[in-house]
């Protein structure tokens, strides 16, 4: 059983940041690609940032420049570190995690964190 957690959001104002954890703990080897999502009001969930077990990141143009994704893979933990926050940045942030099984690989999801950025 695999579980994520994701700690860190909150209310800010605009041009304030952000930095969200998630910790990925359970039954495994290791974590492979990890990424941040999000879903604002009456949108679709949307790929914010991914990183892989190497360290190679990728970014929505929305969020490049202002967001920074790390992890630290001895502690199965992704960061989001969030500056220059906009109002469009408002949504709840999902933390996502791909672990190799036997023959197959399998995507673990968070419960999310909600991210408000408003004066």
């Known amino acids: 059983q695999v579980q994520l957690v994701e700690s860190g959001g909150g209310l800010v104002q605009p041009g304030g940041s952000l930095r969200l954890s998630c910790v990925v703990s359970?039954?495994?080897?290791?974590?492979?690609?990890m990424g941040w999502y999000r879903q604002a009001p009456g949108k679709q969930r949307e790929l914010v940032a991914t990183i892989t077990f190497g360290g190679i990141t990728n970014y929505a143009d929305s969020v490049k420049g202002r967001f920074t994704i790390s992890r630290d893979n001895a502690k199965n933990t992704v960061y989001l570190q969030m500056n220059s926050l906009k109002p469009e940045d408002t949504a709840v942030y999902y933390c996502?995690?791909?672990?190799?099984?036997?023959?197959?690989?399998?995507?673990?999801w968070g419960q999310g964190t909600q991210a408000t950025v408003s004066s």
């Open positions: 359970g039954t495994f080897s290791r974590v492979n690609g």
């Open positions: 996502n995690a791909n672990i190799p099984r036997l023959g197959y690989s399998a995507n673990y």
